[in-house]
């Protein structure tokens, strides 16, 4: 059964039919084969179901709070006033791209609209400046990642509403590892541009008097990030409504800088909807395969198989993470979640690890995939933004963030505190 329903998704996603059509014609497949019942009646009360899902609403609003960072302007400022403070380390505005990241990551939620945003702002430096394109798409596609491990994040939303699992605790879990996965892929660029300088192009200057006068630039991320996590922990709102929140907040900001506009509105609109629309179309075939997969009995024959198995632990995790880094090479990475997390996170979860300390796991496993050849999505939101050359160029800058990514999973698995320490605190 494991084998017919594998060797089925291999070959719908091969002759590229979409991943929300392959899901559901899987879990129609199967239903055919293997149950008695017709499942397929329950198909609308799955959709309404997750699209009735609370906490997913936060979806479209985190889509949204990026819509307007990026069509307001604030993201390009936001980019050109951290180019202005990271010109003195060796790569210059690459480590400019990873920050930026990192900082729209704290607002946005979502790894594809970090890549997309900052790529589109940052690609005109490349020629300007001589850097090795290789290696500056690479910082594009690695630092997106950073979009579902920073707070907030669409991501770890879904890891909660599949486990039952606190997002707040998720949100303060992902503070520490998303900062400390900024510096190594800083460390990382800095290492490349040591051993070889030719990669880093011509520094970047900047007067004391202009790093000062671009600050005002960087404080509209952190009042939406302020609005957004804070309303949480403040205990005033919940995930869903700091999204709401933290739309409000960039509206707000919009209007009071007069970009506030009917074109922008319409801008923002439709990226939202269409967005969204694609985000809901997978969730709803992978909330339905789940459901089909568990009535025909799939989902305790694989935590049989594993059982048999007689693991240790950590040798369980580690065949986990084996696991998602080659399933990572093929298949979105949203549905993947969806269509993975219900079978092997249980398993995981008896073997006695923290679900919490997963989800912060589990993202990281995502974020690989994100940027693993051939189906990794950032690899192609930034070649689609450069709109020249061949995605080879991209998936050989990014493959040292490959390595930097697997190297951050190991030290948290070296050193979980990493991920439970504010959760913790928070907790007393």
Same mark, same amino acid.
């Given at each position: 059964?494991?084998?017919?329903?594998?060797?089925?998704?291999?070959?719908?996603?091969?002759?590229?039919?979409?991943?929300?059509?392959?899901?559901?014609?899987?879990?129609?497949?199967?239903?055919?084969?293997?149950?008695?019942?017709?499942?397929?009646?329950?198909?609308?009360?799955?959709?309404?179901?997750?699209?009735?899902?609370?906490?997913?609403?936060?979806?479209?609003?985190?889509?949204?709070?990026?819509?307007?960072?990026?069509?307001?302007? #604030?993201?390009?400022?936001?980019?050109? =006033?951290?180019?202005?403070?990271?010109?003195?380390?060796?790569?210059?505005?690459?480590?400019?791209?990873?920050?930026?990241?990192?900082?729209?990551?704290?607002?946005?939620?979502?790894?594809?609209?970090?890549?997309?945003?900052?790529?589109?702002?940052?690609?005109?430096?490349?020629?300007?400046?001589?850097?090795?394109?290789?290696?500056?798409?690479?910082?594009?596609?690695?630092?997106?990642?950073?979009?579902?491990?920073?707070?907030?994040?669409?991501? #770890?939303?879904?890891?909660?509403?599949?486990?039952?699992?606190?997002?707040?605790?998720?949100?303060?879990?992902?503070?520490? !590892?998303?900062?400390?996965?900024?510096?190594?892929?800083?460390?990382?660029?800095?290492?490349?541009?040591?051993?070889?300088?030719?990669?880093?192009?011509?520094?970047?200057?900047?007067?004391?008097?202009?790093?000062?006068?671009?600050?005002?630039?960087?404080?509209?991320?952190?009042?939406?990030?302020?609005?957004?996590?804070?309303?949480?922990?403040?205990?005033?709102?919940?995930?869903?409504?700091?999204?709401?929140?933290?739309?409000?907040?960039?509206?707000?900001?919009?209007?009071?800088?007069?970009?506030?506009?009917?074109?922008?509105?319409?801008?923002?609109?439709?990226?939202?909807?269409?967005?969204?629309?694609?985000?809901?179309?997978?969730?709803?075939?992978?909330?339905?395969?789940?459901?089909?997969?568990?009535?025909?009995?799939?989902?305790?024959?694989?935590?049989?198989?594993? @059982?048999?198995?007689?693991?240790?632990?950590?040798?369980?995790?580690?065949?986990?993470?084996?696991?998602?880094? &080659?399933?990572?090479?093929?298949?979105? @990475?949203?549905?993947?979640?969806?269509?993975?997390?219900?079978?092997?996170? !249980?398993?995981?979860?008896?073997?006695?690890?923290?679900? &919490?300390?997963?989800?912060?796991? #589990? &993202?990281?496993?995502?974020?690989?995939?994100?940027?693993?050849?051939?189906?990794?999505?950032?690899?192609?939101? &930034?070649?689609?933004?450069?709109?020249?050359?061949?995605?080879?160029?991209?998936?050989?800058?990014? =493959?040292?963030?490959?390595?930097?990514?697997?190297?951050?999973?190991?030290?948290?698995?070296?050193?979980?505190?990493?991920?439970?320490?504010?959760?913790?605190?928070?907790?007393?």
């Amino acid at each position: 059964m494991i084998g017919v329903a594998l060797a089925i998704l291999l070959v719908l996603l091969a002759v590229a039919v979409p991943v929300a059509g392959a899901m559901g014609m899987l879990a129609l497949a199967l239903n055919t084969l293997y149950s008695k019942l017709p499942l397929s009646l329950a198909m609308g009360e799955m959709a309404w179901a997750t699209s009735n899902n609370f906490l997913l609403v936060a979806i479209p609003f985190f889509v949204m709070l990026g819509e307007i960072l990026l069509r307001s302007g #604030m993201a390009e400022r936001m980019y050109n =006033a951290l180019v202005k403070w990271m010109p003195w380390l060796p790569g210059g505005l690459m480590h400019s791209n990873i920050a930026a990241c990192a900082m729209f990551a704290a607002t946005s939620g979502s790894s594809v609209a970090t890549a997309a945003t900052i790529g589109t702002v940052a690609l005109g430096e490349v020629k300007k400046h001589q850097y090795s394109e290789r290696l500056f798409l690479g910082t594009l596609a690695a630092g997106g990642t950073l979009g579902i491990l920073i707070p907030p994040s669409i991501n #770890m939303i879904v890891y909660g509403v599949l486990t039952d699992t606190s997002i707040p605790k998720l949100y303060l879990a992902g503070v520490i !590892p998303g900062l400390v996965l900024a510096g190594l892929f800083m460390l990382t660029v800095l290492i490349a541009c040591l051993i070889n300088p030719g990669l880093g192009g011509r520094r970047v200057t900047a007067s004391w008097d202009e790093r000062i006068k671009s600050l005002p630039d960087l404080l509209p991320p952190l009042i939406i990030f302020l609005a957004v996590i804070g309303s949480i922990y403040a205990g005033l709102a919940t995930a869903t409504e700091s999204a709401a929140l933290g739309v409000v907040a960039a509206l707000a900001i919009c209007a009071w800088r007069r970009r506030l506009t009917v074109a922008v509105l319409r801008q923002v609109f439709e990226g939202t909807m269409r967005t969204t629309a694609m985000v809901m179309a997978i969730l709803v075939a992978a909330y339905f395969l789940n459901f089909v997969i568990t009535s025909i009995g799939l989902t305790s024959q694989v935590n049989r198989a594993i @059982t048999r198995l007689g693991l240790s632990p950590y040798e369980l995790l580690f065949a986990v993470i084996v696991f998602y880094v &080659v399933l990572g090479m093929f298949m979105e @990475t949203l549905s993947m979640m969806v269509a993975t997390i219900p079978i092997v996170a !249980p398993v995981v979860f008896a073997a006695g690890f923290d679900p &919490v300390w997963y989800g912060v796991i #589990m &993202v990281l496993l995502i974020e690989t995939a994100m940027i693993t050849p051939p189906v990794g999505i950032n690899l192609f939101v &930034v070649q689609g933004v450069r709109g020249h050359g061949k995605i080879e160029d991209v998936i050989i800058g990014s =493959a040292p963030f490959v390595v930097t990514l697997l190297l951050m999973i190991l030290i948290l698995i070296a050193f979980p505190e990493i991920a439970m320490w504010l959760p913790k605190l928070a907790a007393g």
